[in-house]
């Protein structure tokens, strides 16, 4: 979606001509209404694509925006700092939020951006980190900053004790499953709506039927195979469905070696049970066995293929977000 392109979208009003400035929510109390990292890209026009506020500050945020265009210079904007004034633009509960300004090709160099973007297009994770005050910025691969890495880790955007503003740009997330069956028609669909890239796996022609899966991408080969090619990395998922050991067991010795976050598997307890065999005898530890999560899905007394689905992508959710 083109709300995920921020940086892309301001470059490339930039390289046409159009100019463009980058708002970018640095910081957030109370109840404001997007998360820290969240950007909106402003044309020279005053066109806008992306959301600071959901609408709430949008407003004043362009107007800034465009005179910030004109003369080169960074704003850094607050608002909602008494209820009385966090009503007026919309913030509830007097929440309270900072915006980042940056005119693309004065305050925020062109070809600063260009590297952020290519990086973004190769789905390499890199951290961009600004100092408000002093107007410093910077772009770091992993390795490179200590306080970047944590930031590339946490995936979260925030500032840092001296004073710099970092945020995390990762590849996509991403939500491999295993078993084209009813479940994963809703699990796909759930997954993407969240952020997700999903793939599915299954050498069954009849499940895999482009029919039954329209649009999304469908890999036919043997799911240790397809998995291997893949190369999970830590921003994947992994869900295995087949409910046959054929198909199940081979992803799943596969990812409990990659560097998966997740790893989810369908079937009953006793299913799993004989699955702790199979892997025991297969050499598999303790502890790599601990990373599974079956049976799969939150326990919300989840009974239709939808629901199931909701559960497994809570509990991706929650895993991501919070930890296993």
Not at 76 to 101: K, M, P
Not at 163 to 190: E, K, S, T
């Amino acid at each position: 979606m083109d709300h995920d392109r921020i940086p892309e979208i301001a470059l490339d009003w930039h390289r046409t001509g159009r100019r463009a400035a980058l708002a970018t929510v640095v910081e957030t109390w109370g109840s404001a209404p997007r998360q820290v990292g969240s950007q909106l890209a402003i044309s020279g026009e005053g066109q806008i694509m992306g959301s600071v506020s959901g609408g709430c500050v949008e407003g004043a945020v362009v107007t800034e925006a465009l005179e910030a265009m004109e003369d080169g210079q960074s704003r850094l904007l607050t608002f909602g700092v008494s209820d009385e004034t966090a009503f007026a633009v919309g913030l509830a509960c007097g929440g309270t939020i900072r915006v980042l300004v940056e005119p693309v090709g004065r305050a925020l160099p062109a070809d600063m951006l260009a590297d952020l973007v290519a990086a973004r297009a190769a789905h390499h994770p890199l951290a961009y980190a600004v100092h408000p005050e002093t107007g410093v910025r910077a772009l770091y691969r992993p390795g490179q900053d200590g306080a970047a890495d944590l930031r590339l880790r946490s995936d979260v955007a925030g500032f840092e004790e001296d004073g710099r503003f970092i945020a995390p740009h990762n590849p996509p997330l991403r939500l491999i499953v295993v078993g084209a069956v009813h479940i994963a028609q809703a699990l796909v669909a759930m997954a993407r709506t969240c952020g997700y890239a999903p793939v599915l796996i299954d050498p069954r022609d009849t499940f895999g039927a482009a029919e039954r899966f329209p649009g999304e991408t469908v890999l036919d080969d043997w799911p240790d195979e397809a998995l291997a090619a893949l190369a999970p990395d830590a921003r994947t998922a992994i869900v295995t469905l087949t409910h046959d050991p054929k198909l199940d067991d081979p992803a799943i010795r596969f990812a409990l070696r990659s560097p998966a976050f997740y790893l989810g598997c369908l079937g009953s307890k006793k299913t799993h049970a004989k699955r702790v065999v199979r892997l025991q005898e297969a050499g598999f530890t303790e502890a790599e066995i601990a990373r599974i999560h079956a049976p799969v899905g939150l326990d919300i007394g989840a009974r239709t293929p939808a629901e199931i689905a909701l559960s497994v992508m809570g509990q991706i959710t929650q895993v991501l977000r919070k930890g296993a």
